[in-house]
């Protein structure tokens, strides 16, 4: 078996190639997988896992952007070597003047079966309900000017037909997991693509888009360096028509105490938005809990209006874990 963090490696130059980003995106998107493809459901060590991800872009231009999401994943069946999983992924994504919004509430499946002691292969799926939103009430239109004087009792004259729109929107993924038996090393590498049903979101106006697919292909991993030390790294590529998303990151993680019920890790990592931030990030885990933090710092073209401040990301995630009962590895860890 290579060391995991080869096949890390491999799942960054895949993350790297040409990709033509996503519904929404997140810097530390390793703490919302669920995001990233139904294939990552039930993924973790635990028996439940919930999480919450809070994300505020560009505050200081008009075109700010707040985008939340929580999911709640857990193992339901296991006969063997298979592992079936549920889980259910909420977001909301909302910006500018006319709060421009996008929500999605969906559930997930996942079939997962191990290969050895040390591996296992998960092929997921997922149905949600997508709503796009907007209020045009805050909004000023030329139609609406009378002579000098602005009157918003004036009809705007503008193609909304209704202030929302409803679809359903299908998903589906695949990733492969190795976790070791014996230390802490471990390597995910998945795929994930969203909208396979090509849904049609409108707004009542002339026209009605088709919603183009979402790609993504994603990579993690942790290399045990010594006793209470670790190398993380991580990338993620996503691709949405002409819009595309690549990051990649790496880091180390020490452990800060081992104690029954006192488990505690701190994490610290740099990563780069290619063509866009820089992204500092800091985890702190403590038994079942895990806090993150993040921040862009903006460098692309935009961060003439921005002046380097992109946004501040938070992450928590709480995992129900049972305390461990000594026996004899029969399957992969993951489960």
């Known amino acids: 078996m290579y060391p995991p963090i080869l096949l890390t490696i491999l799942g960054l130059f895949f993350c790297c190639a040409p990709a033509v980003a996503q519904d929404l995106h997140f810097s530390q998107f390793y703490l919302n997988p669920l995001h990233l493809s139904p ?39 296991q006969r063997g070597k298979s592992l079936v999983s549920f889980g259910i992924l909420l977001q909301n ?5 006319a709060n421009l919004s996008w929500t999605q509430a969906g559930l997930n499946i996942s ?24 209020d045009i009430s805050n909004l000023k239109f030329k139609n609406q000017w009378a002579n000098d004087f602005f009157d918003p009792a004036l009809p705007s004259k503008e193609p909304f037909g209704q202030s929302s729109g409803f679809t359903p929107t299908l998903s589906g993924g695949l990733s492969w997991h190795y976790q070791s038996a014996e230390s ?42 010594r006793e209470q030390a670790d190398i993380v790294a991580f990338a993620a590529a996503q691709s949405m028509k002409s819009a595309k998303e690549i990051v990649i990151g790496a880091g180390i993680r020490q452990i800060l105490s081992t104690g029954l019920a006192n488990v505690t890790s701190v994490r610290a990592t740099l990563a780069t938005r290619l063509g866009d931030a820089i992204i500092p990030a800091i985890q702190l885990e403590r038994n079942n809990w895990l806090v993150g933090i993040s921040y862009d710092l903006n460098t692309s073209k935009f961060n003439e209006a921005t002046k380097g401040r992109g946004g501040i990301e938070i992450a928590v995630v709480w995992r129900v874990v049972p305390v461990p009962v000594t026996k004899v590895v029969k399957c992969c860890p993951v489960f």
């Open 39 to 77: 294939a990552s459901t039930g993924v973790f060590q635990g028996e439940w896992r919930v999480a919450g991800i809070y994300r505020s872009q560009w505050r200081t231009v008009p075109v700010a952007y707040e985008t939340y999401s929580v999911s709640a994943d857990w193992k339901a069946i």
């Open 93 to 97: 994504d909302q910006a500018g003047d």
């Open 111 to 134: 079939a997962a079966h191990a290969l050895n002691k040390t591996s296992a292969v998960t092929i997921g799926f997922g149905i949600a309900a997508a709503q796009r939103t907007v």
């Open 184 to 225: 802490r090393n471990r390597a995910t590498v998945g795929v994930g693509a969203f909208h396979l049903n090509r849904p049609v979101v409108s707004l009542g106006g002339i026209d009605e888009a088709k919603l183009p697919l979402r790609s993504c292909i994603f990579s993690e991993g942790i290399y045990q360096i």
